[in-house]
């Protein structure tokens, strides 16, 4: 199943039987052709749109002049310029500091979120209603920024917006809130708009998980008396264990990625900027819309770095427990 | 988290632009450099072309000091507009004017259409030297210069002689104020004008304003008594003051061009973003007037007088409200397209409601004729530039020409000549026919909209006031009545502070330029929402603050400076 157990098969096969695994390797391909045939697309488009302009980030050390278009060596070098344009630029506190709140907010609420619907799915007895839940959770990942923010806008309005009538209605509140307008909501709006968004999606590779634990550890947790939390607690969650660390591992590579289109969507109101703006908004609002490249380049690569540096420490740490990527 | 893990877009979007660069350059460095090298080859390739045009045009093969004649052989070029919400047409038989120059003009314009990402296509132009003939977009979008300083446009003033039209219209010194560092003119302007065509003001629901005994409204007392009766009356039914998207301003400039004599309402754009001090610009954020607006903005906010989504509403939301009749106040910096709208909706129901404007709103005490709303430029705010990849950019200057001449905006506007208009006064205008059909007229401007690349306002406004000055007021068209009543006269020339006010992007003042601006979007919010009077001079002043760390005082140094030239360049 997990990793570990593989390595240690290939361990157990002696050295000399070495010649016999490289012919059979080949063999082993040329056999299964159809599965390679899926393979190679994947591979080769990650190949021509991830591999190879990735020399640009070249461009980053340089003042990249766009009419020089790919010939990128005749743009001049400038050294770590751009680095400490971003480092040194007034609203660099501000966006660090959001974008790892932000971050770490999605990562707290949003990596659990789908683990906990997953379990929750796999005790429905109702297969219709099981269905039907899941369906209903999967279908917002479907949607786009654009139409998802405008429909938590239209439901936050304060004009004839849905959560201010409900809430006036049960008089919970007097006047209504301008929840999009008011900094100490944000947050909260963000994250719950993302789970709303994604929980159900990121539930199925959860639920497949718990779909290949073996029934019979159920049964024999019941004839031992063990109550449905106990046999959840005990059994399902050691079992999709190597599933939560893998995708754990990945949301720590993505750490510094707090969001793009979700906040610029929401964050309308310009007041909000001490709370939303994230790096890749600022990337966008002075990298991309003045044309400044090099500087976008220079801190998208240090996004870059210290994504691989939390990457490379999660999959350290989750070595120990046999679960790493690699 | 889970499977949305793999969102880059910076990465994305600069690996994109990288790869198609790569294979676009591959393909296009073969015979691209020759063509912009030397500026001989165009006559080299009219020879080329000439050949293939019918008889009559083979006279004009010799070159001629009066100009090409638009139209006598045919002329092929790309186009493409610089803007993700408007493209030219994809075929030219679906727009009326681009059907007539193909069928009767021999043009075939073959159009790059950006579909909605026009930023990102034009830097992947840019970066495979694979440029459209013809360009149109934003005179203020760092692309231009950008063109420029790279050597990829074309000089026009060669042609400007030949092809006289822009020449007769616009005044010399507004061509000036075109040029280029180098002295030469690479831009055709589009929307010239000679005379205000402010759309900036205050639209009043007319039913409410009747039902509630038409009250005095002339000062922000007035505003301000009105708005409260309003919400008496009303209740949650009607937003008492509408000021349209404010993260762009609009309503809430126009009440701060209400506190003082001649304040701009630009001001509070980063186009100038600073305050008209003698002959100087001053911070913005210690104007007290913008305090004083900005307090009266917070009091509006504050007792629920003005939309309470001002600042997160879309435009569409604007219009929903407007044509619902649910708005008794509207202001913004562009307002006539929008009401006209919403009135022409109200009256099909009840032909007693609608809306009308007014004068601007003062602060008592000030002269409103000294009050503007909006401003406008000389120079419009498009323009269209020829780059050198096309093959003869003579021919397409007198494309332009055209566009711009008496004949060529009278088609634009009313269609092709026998139907609508046939034949000119005697001051130059169009005489309108017996079968003039106020409909089709309509469709056809609408259609026409997106290819008026070479607008001439001094022509064709004079032109269309002609036609609605012989009706009744009240039979006139909405726009073209409050235009001209209320909405022209309320604005003033603000020419001399458009033009080259925006340093370069990549310098220390494009970098105060834009944290300045952030700054001053997100005070705008701020202070129009706070919670006391007091609380908004406390936030105005500590952007003051603020924005002098970021840099702010060279800004407006640099800015003064050139606002100066200009001035100079207009003889003012």
Same mark, same amino acid.
């Given at each position: 199943?997990?990793?570990?157990?593989?390595?240690?098969?290939?361990?157990?096969?002696?050295?000399?039987?070495?010649?016999?695994?490289?012919?059979?390797?080949?063999?082993?391909?040329?056999?299964?052709?159809?599965?390679?045939?899926?393979?190679?697309?994947?591979?080769?488009?990650?190949?021509?749109?991830?591999?190879?302009?990735?020399?640009?980030?070249?461009?980053?050390?340089?003042? =990249?002049?766009?009419?020089?278009?790919? %010939?990128?060596?005749?743009?001049?070098?400038?050294?770590?310029?751009?680095?400490?344009?971003?480092?040194?630029?007034?609203?660099?506190?501000?966006?660090?500091?959001?974008?790892?709140?932000?971050?770490?907010?999605?990562?707290?609420?949003?990596?659990?979120?789908?683990?906990?619907?997953?379990?929750?799915?796999?005790?429905?007895? %109702?297969?219709?209603?099981?269905?039907?839940?899941?369906?209903?959770? =999967?279908?917002?990942?479907?949607?786009?920024?654009?139409?998802?923010?405008?429909?938590?806008?239209?439901?936050?309005?304060?004009?004839?917006?849905?959560?201010?009538?409900?809430?006036?209605?049960?008089?919970?509140?007097?006047?209504?809130?301008?929840?999009?307008?008011?900094?100490?909501?944000?947050?909260?709006?963000?994250?719950?708009?993302?789970?709303?968004?994604?929980?159900?999606?990121?539930?199925?590779?959860?639920?497949?998980?718990?779909?290949?634990?073996?029934? %019979?550890?159920?049964?024999?947790?019941?004839?031992?008396?063990?109550?449905?939390?106990?046999?959840?607690?005990?059994?399902?969650?050691?079992?999709?264990?190597?599933?939560?660390?893998?995708?754990?591992?990945?949301?720590?590579?993505?750490?510094?990625?707090?969001?793009?289109?979700?906040?610029?969507?929401?964050?309308?109101?310009?007041?909000?900027?001490?709370?939303?703006?994230?790096?890749?908004?600022?990337?966008?609002?002075?990298?991309?819309?003045?044309?400044?490249?090099?500087?976008?380049?220079?801190?998208?690569?240090?996004?870059?770095?210290?994504?691989?540096?939390?990457?490379?420490?999660?999959?350290?740490?989750?070595?120990?427990?046999?679960?790493?990527?690699? | 988290?889970?499977?949305?893990?793999?969102?880059?877009?910076?990465?994305?979007?600069?690996?994109?632009?990288?790869?198609?660069?790569?294979?676009?350059?591959?393909?296009?460095?073969?015979?691209?450099?020759?063509?912009?090298?030397?500026?001989?080859?165009?006559?080299?390739?009219?020879?080329?072309?000439?050949?293939?045009?019918?008889?009559?045009?083979?006279?004009? &093969?010799?070159? /001629?000091?009066?100009?090409?004649?638009?139209?006598?052989?045919?002329?092929?070029?790309?186009?493409?507009?610089?803007?993700? *919400?408007?493209?030219?047409?994809?075929?030219?038989?679906?727009?009326?004017? *681009?059907?007539?120059?193909?069928?009767?003009?021999?043009?075939?314009?073959? @159009?790059?259409?950006?579909?909605?990402?026009?930023?990102?296509?034009?830097?992947?132009?840019?970066?495979?030297?694979?440029?459209?003939?013809? +360009?149109?977009?934003?005179?203020?979008?760092?692309?231009?210069?950008?063109?420029?300083?790279?050597?990829?446009?074309?000089?026009?003033?060669?042609?400007?002689?030949?092809? @006289?039209?822009?020449?007769?219209?616009?005044?010399?010194?507004?061509?000036?104020?075109?040029?280029? @560092?180098?002295?030469?003119?690479?831009?055709?302007?589009? *929307?010239?004008?000679?005379?205000?065509?402010?759309?900036?003001?205050?639209?009043?629901?007319?039913?409410?304003?009747?039902?509630?005994?038409?009250?005095?409204?002339?000062?922000?007392?007035?505003?301000?008594?009105?708005?409260?009766?309003?919400?008496?009356?009303?209740?949650? &039914?009607?937003?008492?003051?509408?000021?349209?998207?404010?993260?762009?301003?609009?309503?809430?400039?126009?009440?701060?061009?209400?506190?003082?004599?001649?304040?701009?309402?630009?001001?509070?754009?980063?186009?100038?973003?600073?305050?008209?001090?003698?002959?100087?610009?001053?911070? +913005?954020?210690?104007?007290?007037?913008?305090?004083?607006?900005?307090?009266?903005?917070?009091?509006?906010?504050?007792?629920?007088?003005?939309?309470?989504?001002?600042?997160? !509403?879309?435009?569409?939301?604007?219009? &929903?409200?407007?044509?619902?009749?649910?708005? /008794?106040?509207?202001?913004?910096?562009?307002?006539?397209?929008?009401?006209?709208?919403?009135?022409?909706?109200?009256?099909?129901?009840?032909?007693?409601?609608?809306?009308?404007?007014?004068? @601007?709103?003062?602060?008592?005490?000030?002269?409103?004729? #000294?009050?503007?709303?909006?401003?406008?430029?000389?120079?419009?705010?498009?323009?269209?530039?020829?780059?050198?990849?096309?093959?003869?950019?003579?021919? +397409?200057?007198?494309?332009?020409?055209?566009?711009?001449?008496?004949?060529?905006?009278?088609?634009?506007?009313?269609?092709?000549?026998?139907?609508?208009?046939?034949?000119?006064?005697?001051?130059?205008?169009?005489?309108?026919?017996?079968?003039?059909?106020?409909? &089709?007229?309509?469709?056809?401007?609408?259609?026409?909209?997106?290819?008026?690349?070479?607008?001439?306002?001094?022509? +064709?406004?004079? /032109?269309?006031?002609?036609?609605?000055?012989?009706?009744?007021?009240?039979?006139?068209? *909405? !726009?073209?009545?409050?235009?001209?009543?209320?909405?022209?006269?309320?604005?003033?020339?603000?020419?001399?502070?458009?033009?080259?006010?925006?340093?370069?992007?990549?310098?220390?003042?494009?970098?105060?330029?834009?944290?300045?601006?952030?700054?001053?979007?997100?005070?705008?919010?701020?202070?129009?929402?706070?919670?006391?009077?007091?609380?908004?001079?406390?936030?105005?002043?500590?952007?003051?603050?603020?924005?002098?760390?970021?840099?702010?005082? /060279?800004?407006?140094?640099?800015?003064?400076?050139?606002?100066?030239?200009?001035?100079?360049?207009?003889? #003012?």
């Amino acid at each position: 199943m997990s990793q570990a157990t593989t390595k240690r098969q290939y361990a157990a096969i002696p050295p000399q039987q070495g010649e016999f695994r490289e012919k059979g390797f080949f063999s082993k391909l040329s056999k299964q052709w159809d599965i390679q045939l899926m393979v190679w697309p994947g591979i080769l488009l990650v190949f021509v749109f991830s591999y190879i302009p990735m020399y640009g980030v070249l461009t980053a050390f340089m003042d =990249y002049n766009v009419f020089s278009g790919a %010939h990128i060596f005749e743009n001049p070098w400038v050294g770590f310029k751009h680095f400490e344009a971003f480092f040194n630029a007034p609203a660099f506190n501000t966006i660090m500091r959001n974008t790892i709140i932000v971050s770490l907010l999605k990562f707290l609420i949003g990596f659990p979120a789908p683990i906990i619907l997953a379990l929750m799915l796999n005790e429905v007895r %109702h297969m219709a209603f099981k269905r039907f839940v899941q369906t209903i959770t =999967y279908l917002p990942h479907f949607m786009s920024w654009v139409i998802v923010g405008g429909l938590v806008m239209s439901l936050l309005s304060t004009e004839n917006g849905s959560v201010n009538i409900l809430l006036e209605s049960v008089g919970a509140i007097n006047e209504p809130i301008n929840f999009l307008s008011i900094n100490e909501y944000f947050w909260a709006i963000l994250v719950s708009t993302n789970v709303w968004k994604e929980i159900g999606f990121a539930s199925i590779v959860y639920l497949a998980a718990i779909a290949s634990v073996d029934p %019979h550890m159920y049964e024999a947790a019941d004839i031992d008396g063990a109550s449905k939390f106990k046999q959840i607690y005990l059994i399902t969650i050691p079992t999709i264990m190597p599933v939560i660390t893998i995708f754990m591992i990945l949301a720590m590579g993505n750490f510094l990625n707090a969001g793009f289109e979700d906040i610029l969507i929401l964050a309308q109101n310009p007041a909000l900027r001490p709370v939303s703006d994230v790096i890749d908004t600022y990337v966008y609002r002075v990298g991309l819309q003045n044309a400044k490249y090099s500087y976008a380049v220079a801190v998208g690569l240090f996004k870059a770095v210290v994504s691989i540096g939390l990457l490379t420490t999660a999959n350290y740490l989750a070595r120990r427990s046999g679960n790493s990527l690699w | 988290m889970g499977m949305k893990n793999f969102k880059k877009p910076l990465l994305l979007a600069v690996s994109v632009v990288l790869i198609l660069a790569t294979v676009l350059a591959g393909c296009s460095n073969g015979g691209k450099n020759d063509s912009s090298a030397s500026p001989s080859s165009n006559a080299a390739s009219t020879a080329e072309s000439s050949p293939s045009a019918s008889s009559p045009s083979a006279s004009s &093969e010799t070159p /001629a000091p009066q100009g090409w004649v638009f139209g006598s052989e045919p002329l092929e070029f790309s186009a493409f507009t610089n803007y993700d *919400w408007q493209d030219f047409p994809a075929k030219m038989e679906d727009n009326p004017f *681009w059907k007539y120059l193909k069928e009767n003009k021999k043009v075939k314009i073959t @159009p790059i259409l950006g579909k909605g990402n026009a930023a990102q296509l034009m830097t992947t132009m840019m970066a495979s030297g694979d440029l459209p003939d013809l +360009i149109y977009g934003n005179r203020f979008s760092p692309d231009v210069s950008r063109l420029y300083e790279a050597g990829k446009l074309v000089a026009l003033d060669d042609y400007l002689d030949k092809y @006289p039209n822009l020449k007769k219209f616009l005044d010399n010194k507004f061509i000036d104020m075109l040029r280029m @560092p180098d002295g030469k003119l690479y831009q055709f302007p589009n *929307w010239y004008t000679d005379h205000s065509t402010n759309t900036a003001g205050y639209v009043v629901n007319k039913k409410i304003y009747e039902e509630l005994g038409s009250p005095k409204l002339e000062t922000m007392d007035d505003l301000y008594a009105y708005l409260v009766q309003v919400k008496e009356k009303y209740g949650k &039914e009607v937003i008492p003051f509408e000021p349209d998207r404010t993260v762009d301003a609009q309503g809430i400039g126009l009440l701060y061009t209400g506190f003082k004599e001649g304040a701009l309402y630009q001001s509070l754009g980063s186009q100038i973003m600073g305050t008209v001090t003698g002959d100087k610009l001053t911070s +913005i954020f210690a104007d007290p007037a913008f305090h004083e607006s900005q307090k009266f903005v917070s009091k509006l906010y504050r007792e629920k007088l003005i939309s309470q989504d001002m600042f997160t !509403q879309d435009r569409g939301k604007v219009l &929903e409200k407007l044509i619902a009749g649910r708005v /008794a106040v509207y202001a913004g910096s562009g307002v006539t397209t929008y009401a006209s709208q919403g009135h022409y909706e109200l009256i099909k129901s009840d032909p007693n409601a609608g809306y009308f404007m007014i004068k @601007p709103l003062v602060k008592a005490g000030l002269d409103s004729s #000294k009050v503007f709303t909006g401003g406008y430029d000389a120079l419009g705010w498009n323009v269209t530039v020829i780059t050198t990849s096309a093959e003869d950019p003579e021919k +397409i200057f007198a494309f332009l020409d055209y566009n711009t001449s008496p004949e060529g905006m009278a088609i634009q506007f009313f269609g092709p000549e026998g139907g609508n208009w046939n034949g000119f006064d005697e001051n130059g205008y169009p005489n309108f026919t017996d079968t003039y059909n106020v409909k &089709e007229v309509a469709d056809i401007q609408t259609k026409n909209d997106f290819v008026n690349i070479a607008g001439n306002s001094i022509y +064709i406004d004079p /032109a269309k006031n002609k036609l609605e000055d012989s009706k009744p007021a009240d039979q006139q068209n *909405w !726009q073209a009545r409050w235009q001209k009543e209320i909405t022209w006269p309320s604005g003033n020339d603000i020419t001399e502070f458009r033009t080259n006010l925006n340093p370069p992007a990549d310098g220390a003042l494009g970098d105060t330029l834009q944290s300045v601006s952030d700054l001053l979007e997100q005070i705008l919010s701020e202070s129009a929402t706070a919670k006391s009077d007091e609380e908004v001079d406390k936030i105005l002043n500590n952007a003051d603050t603020a924005a002098m760390k970021l840099g702010y005082q /060279a800004l407006l140094d640099w800015r003064t400076e050139k606002w100066q030239e200009n001035r100079k360049i207009l003889g #003012k």
